[in-house]
């Protein structure tokens, strides 16, 4: 295969980074990192005031792209705590100002991105998660945990614990106290606290760090992904600590970049008092970074890590199910039929693979909302949904699955729905296409007994969908409910379902 380079680059709240790759072995040919971008001290994304540095480091990325002459440039940038409409003043901005275009990603969608290439790329995960495993991955707004058993990715929490957030409570508490130690200790406490119950404590657990560059450094060796950290490192959490003097300390002689001492003391603390909830038989940490998840996944579209952040997608939608009492009977039925008519539904809806990757989401979970009321139950699972969003998907999709559930049921989106008004143009079709099939598929099953065995499917000349469903009892319900729900397949696709029983 002829080898090709590609150019990665990276946008963060405090730096901006250029990689340059060779494929297919996607082997590192410069990696570059602009000095320090000022976080801000309302929101961490200061994009805004720190345009001109990052278009100057462009600038200069781009000259070094022109002299190795890379002809694909990808454009990423994390979104963290930046709100839409500012996004897309920003986007439009660096755009005018470089000419590239950049795609915005969630906190969700690196961390997915960063654990599977963590799953995939570190030759000791599957060894180290043979039992229990919690990865820590640190953020500048948030943290993520991930548990993982026996290699299989389990659930994911995220914690109101990013170091930028907590070192500026600590600029905040020093106008009123000399040490804010105990106060800071407090509230990463309070926040841990809350997962605490649902932490697995067994004797063979590993506790692995990820994006904590500091510890890195020291203990991971040159030509290495990983390195193991003493477990007494975590015992000096609770004795007294400068917050505000983190030069001084035990970790001194480590080389910190100045930009970043402030968050060293606040993840130290938190990564501490999560080994403390964890009881770690061993701890480690890895170098595999975001943007190695960027690089490695979406920038060259691997099938690898595309299929593992699609596993752990589909395994936090069972555990949301299950949380929330989902009929599994009634779910695996409603998944496996609107699947089947999306896959031959194809040249109507003329929807990706992706999009029937939400379809398989939305079917899991639609009926969570029914823990709360079963009466407008719909409308529960929407803001449940929203309230939970999935690891790996974007904004948009997050929206898109919670939609599809607000209208499986007994609203439709049309203008006069609020929530259906005020969807971006560009999914406001793909909510009706997936509502329309699935709110189908849902009224073959109205009586929870799963009567139907069998469908296929046939569109005739005639502009309609015959629906041949193979029965073990009558379907008078399922009729009934069906001749109510078809009228939306009708409305968007222009095509009338005909329901024809057999058996």
Partial sequence: MKQSLIAVIYLEPDRVSLRILELPKLRIVNNVESGELVVGTNRVANYVENMAAIVNNIDGFKQQIKDYQVKKVSFYGALEDLDKVTARYVADQLEVRTGLEITWLNNNQLMAQSMSCVVNHLSEFKNLSKHCLYLVSLGLDSLSLAFFHHGNFETLWELDLGGAQISRLVDRLRQTTTNPQEIIQDYISSKLGYIAPELIQKKKTTLLIQNAP????????????????????????????????????FWSGLAVENYRKNLLVPNYMVIARAAQLIHPQKAYVTNISVMDGLTNGIAVNNDQSRQQVQTMIRTSADNLAQRYGVDTAHQHFVTHFALQFFDQLRPIHRLGNHERLLLEIACKVDDIGNFINQRSHYRHSAYILQANPWIGLSDDDNQIIAEVARYHSAESPTVFQPHYRRLDDDIQLTVAKLAAILRVVDSLDDSRQQKIKKISLKLTDDGRLKIKATANDDLVLEKWSFSTKAKLFTDVYGIKPVLIERG
């Fill in 214 to 249: 500091v510890l890195g450094k020291r203990y991971v060796s040159r030509g290495s992904h990983l390195g193991e950290i003493p477990l007494d490192l975590f015992d000096k959490a609770d004795e007294p600590v400068d917050l505000l003097a983190p030069s001084k300390g």
